[in-house]
């Protein structure tokens, strides 16, 4: 708590801003809803990458500035999200995979209101990889994630999240020789033992 408010104190003292007071100005501004409704108008298209590392207050914001992510009729920008939630590793900056999931459904609720099609487009494929590479990835990735059953589609309070096998999108030139993969575990000296496999490699 001390460092907090030292933290606080010095920003005002050099008339600083960090990310935090950022959005927290942003979401304050958007709050009054004249202002809101005329950017809102400047904005056809919004696009968010790595959507599984929103947290709670950048969701609020974009709930502000997309209001179909509330379900509400208030006109504002198509949203077009990308996000895996396999690689949401931000938890510890309040980053909450479930906005992941709630987006998406609010997204595909939308669209099906509107048309047809819901939007969603599941993206497997990877085109940083070719197969040999994609068999090790899913190999070791699909023994750390185990056996977790994802949630259904409209769960949104749980964090679990299963694996989802990456199909490879490069074809390369077959080698033989196209190097080794080591896994390195130990429990009780991991750093010692990923140093000594560094070593003997």
Request: with cysteine.
């Given at each position: 708590m001390v460092a907090s408010v030292g933290y606080s104190a010095r920003k005002r003292e050099r008339n600083a801003l960090d990310f935090d007071d950022m959005i927290r100005m942003v979401i304050d501004l958007l709050g009054n809803n004249e202002i809101a409704t005329s950017i809102r108008s400047g904005i056809r298209y919004l696009m968010v990458d790595e959507f599984q590392d929103t947290d709670p207050e950048q969701y609020r914001l974009l709930e502000l500035l997309v209001p179909a992510l509330t379900q509400s009729a208030v006109a504002g920008p198509n949203l077009f999200i990308v996000g895996d939630?396999?690689?949401?590793?931000?938890?510890?900056?309040?980053?909450?995979?479930?906005?992941?999931?709630?987006?998406?459904?609010?997204?595909?609720?939308?669209?099906?209101?509107?048309?047809?099609?819901?939007?969603?487009?599941?993206?497997?494929?990877?085109?940083?990889?070719?197969?040999?590479?994609?068999?090790?990835?899913?190999?070791?990735?699909?023994?750390?994630?185990?056996?977790?059953?994802?949630?259904?589609?409209?769960?949104?309070?749980?964090?679990?999240?299963?694996?989802?096998?990456?199909?490879?999108?490069?074809?390369?030139?077959?080698?033989?020789?196209?190097?080794?993969?080591?896994?390195?575990?130990?429990?009780?000296?991991?750093i010692g033992t990923v140093a000594n496999t560094i070593v003997q490699i």
């Open positions: 939630d396999k690689q949401s590793i931000y938890g510890f900056r309040d980053a909450d995979v479930r906005l992941f999931r709630k987006a998406t459904q609010a997204i595909r609720m939308e669209n099906l209101a509107a048309n047809a099609d819901d939007g969603y487009r599941p993206l497997a494929r990877s085109y940083r990889m070719h197969q040999d590479l994609c068999t090790v990835v899913n190999g070791i990735c699909s023994h750390i994630f185990g056996s977790v059953e994802g949630p259904e589609p409209d769960d949104l309070f749980s964090y679990d999240v299963s694996y989802s096998a990456l199909v490879a999108g490069l074809t390369v030139p077959h080698f033989d020789n196209v190097g080794t993969c080591s896994v390195v575990y130990d429990e009780e000296n991991e």
